[in-house]
C-alpha cells in the first residue's frame, strides 16, 4: 500500500526579551541554576504577574508576517499540572483565544516548487524550569532560571507532507522570526525548538490516521531523523495489521529512534481557566499600524527585490537573504558597485567558504562589508584581475590591511600600460619559435599556451584583456 | 486609650497627649493579659513594634503627621517581610515571608506600627474562624461563640480594643461578616481598588483587601492610605483615590437608599431584621428616601460563589507543594509521595475540600456545566446590581443572618456555614464596596448593617455610615468584663 503523511509542527521559539514575561527578571541564558529567577519566578505566596508589553510587540509582528489575524481581545489561562520545575502549578499559557491565529507561511522546496503551510494559531505564554536529574544522587535538582522565559507556540496546520517539507518550514519560521528580531533562533540553547505530530494514511484517504507527537527536537537533522524514523515504525505497525496508538514520544539521537515517553491514556486533565490575575489582552488597530510599520524587510520580499534591482537568478537571491545579516552584507557590497552578479559572486563563493570553512557567522567575519567593496572596487576598475583578487582576500582574511595596502605591499597592481605588456609579449614570442611555427599553422589551441606565458612572465598581472588584444595582433604576425 | 478611636488616637500622638511608645506598650501588655482568652493573634512583633513606636515618637516631635505612631495589625494572610506569615495554616507554619505586601508597605510609609498577625481561617476559607490552624479565635461579646471569619482575628482584636483597627480580607464576605458579629466597622473596597500584591490568594477574581475599625471615619483614613493603583497588579485600577475622609460629614438629604426584598425575607433573623427596619428610619431621619428593590438573580450567588472561588483556590493553592517553602512531609518515598502527603498534612478539611471542588468544576466534562454556567450567573448578579444603581445610590440591609453562634455549632455542617454568607457573597461576585457598621443588639450580641456602593463609591458608603455613627452609639460600644 501507498502511504501518506501528515505532520503538523509546534514550534516554541523564545522571545528575545530582556526581561522575562511576567517578572523582570532576566532572561539571559547560561547563569548559576536559580540565580535569575525572582519571587514571581519562583511562585511565591502572594505574589503576581504583570505583562511585559515588549512580548505583545513581538507576537504582534509575527502575526502579521505571517497574515494571521490578530485577536483584538485574547486571554492568558492557565494550564495546571504538577511538576518540580513547574513553581506554581500551572503554567500561564493562552487557550481559547490565542493572540494571533489562522495564517500562513510560503516555502519554497528544495525543487524550486513553492507550498502555503497553513498558521493555526500562535499563542504566548511562559516557559517552565529545569529538572536535573545527574549529579544528585536519587535526587533531583530544579533549575528556575528559565521558568517565566517568554514563548510563542507557533502550530501549523497538517499541511506537511513529508520530512523534508517539516523542515523547510520550521527552516522558514527559524528565518522568519530572526528577521523579525523576535527570537535569536539559538536552538543548542533551546531558544527554537519544536514537537512534530506525525501519522500517516493510504493515499487517497481523507481522514487523518492516529497521530503520535515527538517532543523537543532541537535541530533540523532530528526533526528530519525524528520523522523519517517514525513514519516507517507507523507504516510498519499498519502493514502488519497493528494499530498505532496516541501517544507521546521522544526522539533518541544516540540511537536513531522514538521511543514512547507517556500516552494520552494517563495524560493529565489541565483544565484550563482564564488566568484571573491578568486582564484579557487588548490589542488595538494602532499597536498594530506601529508594529505594521516598524516591520522590517520580509525574507520573501527581499528575495524578489534581489531578483528585480539587481538581476540575481531566484537561487542566488535566496542564498544571498538566508538572513538580514547576509542580505545586508551582500547589500552593502552590491551598492557601490556597478557589477551585482559580482559582489553576488564573491559573498556567496569566496567569503562563504572561508567563513564557513573558520565556522564563523558573517558577522563575525574579518572582512566586514566595507572591505569586501573595497577589494572587489579594484577588479572593478581592472587594478586587478578576478584571480590576482583572491590572493588579495586571502591576505586581508589573514588580517594584512585593505585590499590597496595589500596589493601596494605585495605590488600586485595589474599591468595596464599596452608598451610593457607588448614587451612581455613580443619576448614571450620570441623565446618560443616553435609553438608559433605550429600556432600560425592552424593549431588555435596553443593561443592559451602564450597567454599562460605572458601571466607566468609578469606574476600574473598583466591584464587579460589587453594580453589578449596583443597576442591576437602579435601571433597574427 | 486602648478604648480610643483610630481617628482620635492619630490626634491625641500629633498633639503629644501620649507617646506612640507608650501606647504600643500600653496595647501590648492588654494582648499578652488578654489573647489567651480570644486567640486573636498568631504573631505578636512586640519588639519591633516597641523600635517603630521610638522612632515614631521621634518623627512627632519633629511636627511628623497623619497616621504616624498608630498601632495596628494585620490579617497573616498579607506578607510581612521578616515575620511569619501563616495564613492560618500549617503549610505555611514555617513560612517568614521576605518581602512586605503592598498594603503592609502603603500602611507603614502612612505612619502605621505593626503590633502583629492576625488568626484567621486558613487560607480565608470559613465564615467562624474555626478553620485556622492555630484554633479558633473567640468572640469578646461572649467568648463561646465565634467571631465570624474568615478575619475573625483582625474583629476579635478590634472588637476588644487589643488594637485601634486591623487590615482583613473579604472574598465571600470576610471582613464585613466577622465586622457585624464582633459588632466593628469593616469595608471591604471595590475590586481593584486595593492592590493584591502580597496578599496571599484565594479566590483572585474575588479577593480584596480592606479594614476593620471602630468607625467609618478610621476606615476612611486607613483606606486612603493603602488604596491606589499598583504596578504590580495587573488587576488594581488606575484611578485617582479620593480622600476618604474629608468627604466625610456630608448631608444625606437626597439620597436614595435602595433596601434588597430578598434580603429581608424569612431568612433573616427577626430581631436581627427589627435593627434594620430601625437604622432605615434613622437613614430617613437624615433626609434619605428609601426605595425597596429586587436582585433577582441574587439567590444564586451562593452556588454561583462557590463554583468559582473553589475553582480559583484549586489553582491558587497548587505553588504549596512541599518544593519550594513551606511544609514537607517527611522522608517522602517519591515525587508522588512526596505532593501528596505534603499537602495531605499541610493543608486542613475545609481547604482540602474546596481545592476538590473547583478541581472537579474545572475538570474536562465539567467545565462547561459549572465553571463556565458560573461565569455567566456572576454576569447576571452583576447586571442586577448595576440596574439596581440605576435607581439608588446605596443599596442597605443585613450583613449576616443571625448574630454570632456558638463555637463547633455549624462546623460538621458546611452548607448552613456557607449560607452565614448569603447577603455578602453577591457584592464580591459584582465587584462592588461593601461595608458593615454596628446597626443594634440582639440577645446582647451585635449586629451589623451592610452599606453597598457602586463601583469605587466607596467615599459615599463611607460617609452613610459616619452619618449613621453620628446619629447612633452602636458603633461606641464595647465588650465588658475583662475587655473593659
Redesign the interface.
Same mark, same amino acid.
Given at each position: 500500500m501507498e502511504w501518506e503523511t501528515v505532520i503538523g509542527l509546534e514550534i516554541h521559539a523564545q522571545l528575545a526579551t530582556r526581561s522575562k514575561i511576567f517578572s523582570g527578571a532576566t532572561t539571559a541564558y547560561g547563569a548559576a541554576p536559580n540565580s535569575q529567577a525572582c @519571587?514571581v519566578d @519562583?511562585? *511565591? %505566596?502572594?505574589? @503576581?504577574?504583570?505583562?511585559n508589553e515588549g512580548v505583545v510587540r513581538m507576537a504582534v509582528a509575527f502575526g502579521l508576517a505571517t497574515d494571521c489575524t490578530i485577536a483584538p481581545r485574547s486571554v492568558f489561562a492557565?494550564k495546571?499540572y /504538577?511538576y %518540580?520545575d513547574l %513553581?506554581?502549578? *500551572?503554567q500561564i499559557s493562552q487557550y481559547e483565544l490565542p493572540v494571533v491565529h489562522s495564517g500562513q507561511i510560503e516555502l519554497e522546496l528544495e525543487d524550486g516548487a513553492h507550498k502555503t503551510i497553513g498558521i493555526t494559531r500562535a499563542h504566548l505564554e511562559e516557559d517552565a524550569g529545569k529538572s536535573l536529574h545527574e549529579d544528585f544522587q536519587g535526587q533531583s535538582g530544579?533549575d528556575l532560571n528559565r521558568a517565566g522565559t517568554p514563548l510563542l507556540e507557533i502550530v501549523s496546520e497538517p499541511d506537511l507532507r513529508s520530512a523534508r517539507e517539516a523542515v523547510a518550514y520550521m527552516k522558514a519560521i527559524h528565518q522568519l522570526v530572526r528577521y523579525l528580531g523576535i527570537c535569536d533562533g539559538n536552538m543548542q540553547e533551546g531558544s527554537f525548538r519544536c514537537d512534530a505530530n506525525i501519522s500517516v494514511r493510504p493515499v487517497g484517504r481523507h481522514e487523518f490516521g492516529t497521530r503520535a507527537e515527538i517532543k523537543n527536537l532541537n535541530s533540523f537533522r532530528f526533526v528530519e531523523r525524528a520523522i523519517l524514523f517514525e513514519v516507517e515504525r507507523q507504516v510498519d505497525i499498519l502493514e502488519s495489521g497493528g494499530r498505532v496508538v496516541q501517544e507521546t514520544r521522544l526522539y533518541d539521537p544516540e540511537r536513531d529512534e522514538t521511543r514512547p515517553m507517556r500516552s494520552k491514556e494517563e495524560a493529565n486533565?489541565y483544565? *484550563? /481557566?482564564p488566568d %484571573?490575575? @491578568?486582564?484579557p489582552l487588548e490589542i488595538g488597530p494602532a499597536l498594530v499600524d506601529e508594529v505594521r510599520a516598524a516591520l522590517p524587510e520580509l525574507p520573501r520580499q527581499k528575495r524578489e527585490r534581489f531578483v528585480a534591482e539587481y538581476g540575481l537568478s531566484a537561487y542566488d537571491a535566496g542564498v544571498l537573504s538566508t538572513s538580514r545579516a547576509v542580505a545586508d552584507y551582500y547589500e552593502t557590497v552590491a551598492g557601490g558597485l556597478g557589477d551585482k552578479k559580482l559582489a553576488a559572486n564573491w559573498v556567496m563563493g569566496e567569503l562563504a567558504g572561508a567563513l564557513n570553512k573558520a565556522g564563523l557567522e558573517i558577522t563575525a567575519s574579518p572582512l566586514d562589508a566595507e572591505a569586501m567593496l573595497g577589494l572587489l572596487r579594484r577588479i572593478e576598475d581592472e587594478t586587478i584581475s578576478g584571480k590576482i583578487a583572491k590572493e588579495v582576500f586571502e591576505a586581508m582574511w589573514a588580517g594584512e590591511g585593505d585590499a590597496d595596502v595589500v596589493i601596494e605591499a605585495r605590488g600586485l597592481r595589474q599591468i595596464t600600460d599596452a608598451g610593457s605588456v607588448e614587451a612581455v609579449v613580443t619576448e614571450v614570442i620570441a623565446a618560443n619559435p616553435r609553438q608559433l611555427e605550429q600556432y600560425r599553422s592552424g593549431k588555435d589551441k596553443l593561443f592559451g599556451f602564450f597567454v599562460g606565458q605572458v601571466m607566468k612572465a609578469t606574476g600574473g598581472k598583466a591584464n587579460p584583456a589587453l594580453v589578449n588584444e596583443l597576442l591576437k595582433r602579435l601571433l597574427a604576425g | 486609650m486602648h478604648g480610643m478611636t483610630l481617628a482620635g488616637i492619630a490626634r491625641a500622638l500629633r498633639e503629644r497627649e501620649f507617646s506612640s511608645e507608650e501606647l504600643v506598650r500600653h496595647l501590648l501588655e492588654r494582648i499578652g493579659r488578654l489573647d489567651s482568652e480570644l486567640n486573636a493573634f498568631i504573631t505578636v512583633t512586640g519588639e519591633a513594634a516597641l523600635d517603630a513606636a521610638r522612632e515614631a515618637d521621634a518623627r512627632l516631635a519633629d511636627g511628623g503627621g497623619g497616621l504616624t505612631g498608630v498601632p495596628i495589625a494585620h490579617k497573616d494572610i498579607f506578607c510581612t517581610a521578616g515575620v511569619k506569615t501563616s495564613c492560618g495554616s500549617r503549610m505555611l507554619d514555617n513560612f517568614v515571608s521576605p518581602y512586605d505586601a503592598t498594603v503592609v508597605e502603603r500602611l507603614r510609609e502612612a505612619g502605621t506600627i505593626m503590633l502583629g498577625k492576625t488568626n484567621m481561617d486558613e487560607f480565608a476559607m470559613g465564615s467562624s474562624n474555626e478553620t485556622s490552624f492555630y484554633g479558633p479565635v473567640r468572640n469578646p461579646w461572649d467568648t463561646q461563640r465565634v467571631p465570624g471569619g474568615s478575619s475573625g482575628g483582625s474583629a476579635a482584636a478590634v472588637a476588644a480594643r487589643l488594637v485601634p483597627a486591623a487590615t482583613g480580607t473579604d472574598t465571600g464576605g470576610s471582613i464585613r461578616q466577622p465586622a457585624a458579629l464582633a459588632g466593628i466597622t469593616g469595608i471591604k473596597p471595590t475590586y481593584g481598588r486595593v492592590s493584591r500584591y502580597g496578599m496571599i490568594a484565594f479566590a483572585s477574581s474575588l479577593d480584596q483587601a480592606g479594614v476593620l475599625t471602630q468607625t467609618a471615619e478610621d476606615a476612611a483614613l486607613l483606606l486612603t492610605a493603602m488604596s491606589g493603583h499598583d504596578p504590580r497588579d495587573s488587576t488594581s485600577v488606575d484611578a485617582p483615590v479620593p480622600d476618604y475622609a474629608a468627604g466625610l460629614g456630608e448631608s444625606l438629604e437626597g439620597l436614595t437608599v435602595g433596601v434588597v426584598e430578598e434580603f429581608m425575607d424569612e431568612g433573616l433573623d427577626p430581631a436581627n431584621a427589627a435593627a434594620i427596619e430601625a437604622s432605615l428610619k434613622v437613614l430617613e431621619g437624615l433626609g434619605a428616601k428609601v426605595r425597596r428593590i429586587s436582585l433577582p438573580n441574587i439567590g444564586l450567588s451562593v452556588p454561583t460563589y462557590y463554583v468559582v472561588a473553589p475553582a480559583e483556590c484549586s489553582s491558587n493553592l497548587s505553588r504549596f507543594d512541599g518544593i519550594r517553602f513551606g511544609y514537607r512531609a517527611q522522608s517522602p518515598r517519591d515525587l508522588e509521595d512526596l505532593y501528596k502527603r505534603s499537602r495531605g498534612e499541610g493543608f486542613g478539611a475545609e481547604v482540602k475540600r474546596r481545592i476538590m471542588t473547583g478541581t472537579y468544576v474545572l475538570s474536562a466534562g465539567y467545565y462547561d456545566a459549572y465553571y463556565l454556567k458560573a461565569q455567566r450567573v456572576r454576569q447576571l448578579i452583576a447586571a442586577d446590581f448595576r440596574q439596581a444603581f440605576e435607581s439608588v445610590d446605596v443599596i442597605v440591609g443585613p450583613t449576616s443572618p443571625t448574630p454570632a453562634f456558638e463555637l463547633g455549632a455549624k462546623v460538621d455542617d458546611p452548607v448552613t456555614m456557607y449560607l452565614n454568607d448569603i447577603y455578602t457573597i453577591g457584592v464580591n461576585l459584582a465587584g462592588l464596596p461593601g461595608l458593615s457598621a454596628p446597626c443594634g443588639f440582639v440577645d446582647g450580641l451585635p449586629v451589623g448593617l451592610q452599606i453597598v456602593g457602586r463601583a469605587f463609591d466607596e467615599g459615599r458608603i463611607l460617609n452613610v455610615a459616619h452619618r449613621f455613627q453620628q446619629e447612633t452609639d452602636w458603633h461606641a460600644r464595647a465588650p465588658g468584663g475583662a475587655f473593659a
Open positions: @519571587l @519562583l511562585g *511565591y %505566596p502572594g505574589v @503576581l504577574p504583570v505583562l492557565r495546571n /504538577f %518540580p %513553581p506554581k502549578g *500551572y530544579i486533565d483544565r *484550563y /481557566f %484571573p490575575d @491578568l486582564l | -
